[in-house]
Every structure is written in C-alpha cells, then in structure tokens.
C-alpha cells in the first residue's frame, strides 16, 4: 500500500496512541481525519497533522453512537474524496475486581472498545466496497486479546472485548479480501508516553504489565509498526516483541486442555 496523498481515518485520534498514528501517518505522507469523543484533543492532533505539511480534519465523534460514526463517515469522504486507511482506535477501560463491576461498568467499555469497532466498520465498509484502488482497515485490540487472561483479572470487559475485536477482524479478513480490502488487528503491549520515565519509576496495575517492563514502546514506534504491517498485507501486528512469550504460554495451556482429554476420557467421535 502507498501512503502519499492518502486518507486516513483515526478514532480514538486524540489520546496517546492516536495521536502517534496521526503524527507517523503525517509523515508518510498521509491525509488525516482525527476523530474523538473529545474535540480539543481531535483539533490538537490534526494541528500536529498540519505541522507536518500534511491536511487534516478533526471531527468530534462519540463512537458508542452509530450516528455519530455515520457523519464521521460522511465528512472523510466529503472532505477528501475516499478513505485508505481506517484505523478503529477508540479505547476506554476500567480497573475493578471482577466482583465489584456493574452492569454499567461493562456497557461503558463494550461500547466503545467493541461496538466502536463495530460501528466504525458499519458507517464505512459500504463505502469502502464501492471506493476502488488501495484499502485497508485496522482495528485496534491489545496483547489483551491474544495474551493470558489469567495476567488481567482487572480489566474483564477490557479483556473480553479485545479477544472479540480479534475474532471480529479475523473473520472480516477471508471476507473481505475478495473484494480488494485489507484487514488488520493492533495488538500492542505497553505503550507509554515516556518509557524512560516509565522505567524511573513503574507503575504496574496488573502482572500482564511486567511482560513488558524491558520493551516499553511509544505511540511513534507503535504507529510505525501499524505502517509496516498494512504495507505488508499483516493479519496480526504485534509491535512489542516480548508479547509473544505471553502468546506462546497461552497457547501451551490451551494444548495441555487437549492432552487432559485425550489422556483421561474415551473419544467422542466413536474411535478407538
């Protein structure tokens, strides 16, 4: 995929990773729409945008409201003809014990961390299948949605959510490739706005962090390996390396599942 002169579309463009996908996408070359709930931050991104000699457009956009996505939609493609890159990046979480969290809690999140993601594909896949030439979207999970649970008892609907925007892109994946459309899933790790001040003095709300405590990133070099990974066509991006010792540990406990059955209950399938 080429960048120069392109559209992309960030919600979630305010905070701290959007605004390093907004600066990075800049200096590609790229067009930028800034979308966030709040529109001081969105209006400080694009002006990072501009800075960089590029276009942008900040768009107030409460993505919990389908609407809300709807005009995002309508006022991208207005303002610069078609969309190339859409990265579905509103994020919101809350740490609670899992026994403490209300039904309200849990909607809070879910709505903007799941049918966010959602209601950004709604508003502009139809757009996007009648828009021709190079296009891609991203949606943003987290090691959170690939990683252990176990690590994260903290952050359920965080959690719960980032494991169902994965399963949602991996299935858009094989059905949307026919029709010339690129999907990806973001699963960063620890991303800080200073991991020197980070190491100074860390901050670990749940064990999950501690993976990554030797390879904290910043947004720049997260929104660098967005870049890298839609160039190369990438189901999964994974920008911190350590995430995948965390993969592989799930990943070994979900086998050892399968060996429990296989070694104490007969088949189910009438076999020997």
Not at 129 to 157: C, F, K
Not at 221 to 228: K, N, P
Request: charged share 20%; proline share 6%; net charge negative.
């Amino acid at each position: 995929m080429t960048f120069a002169d392109r559209c992309a579309v960030i919600t979630g463009g305010g905070g701290l990773l959007g605004r390093g996908m907004a600066r990075t996408f800049a200096r590609a070359g790229m067009h930028v729409v800034v979308a966030d709930l709040d529109p001081d931050a969105a209006a400080a991104a694009a002006r990072e945008v501009e800075a960089l000699g590029r276009r942008a457009l900040a768009v107030p956009t409460d993505v919990t409201d389908p609407q809300s996505v709807e005009d995002l939609a309508s006022a991208a493609y207005q303002a610069f003809g078609g969309v190339h890159l859409l990265c579905l990046n509103a994020g919101v979480a809350q740490l609670k014990p899992l026994e403490e969290l209300t039904l309200e809690d849990w909607s809070k999140v879910l709505s903007v961390q799941l049918w966010g993601v959602i209601h950004g594909v709604h508003a502009f896949l139809p757009r996007l299948l009648e828009q021709e030439g190079e296009r891609h979207i991203v949606a943003t999970s987290s090691m959170s949605g690939v990683g252990r649970a176990d690590l994260r008892t903290l952050n359920a609907p965080y959690v719960t959510a980032k494991f169902a925007v994965v399963g949602l892109v991996e299935t858009m994946a094989p059905a949307l490739a026919p029709h010339g459309i690129g999907v990806s899933v973001l699963c960063p790790g620890m991303t800080v706005a200073d991991p020197e001040a980070m190491r100074a003095a860390p901050i670990w709300a749940m064990p999950s962090a501690r993976w990554y405590e030797h390879n904290l990133l910043t947004a720049d070099q997260v929104a660098e390996e967005v870049l890298r990974g839609v160039e190369e066509q990438r189901l999964h991006i994974f920008p911190h390396r350590a995430g995948r010792a965390e993969v592989e540990q799930r990943h070994d406990r979900l086998m050892e599942a399968f060996v429990q059955a296989e070694r104490t209950s007969p088949p189910l399938d009438g076999t020997a």
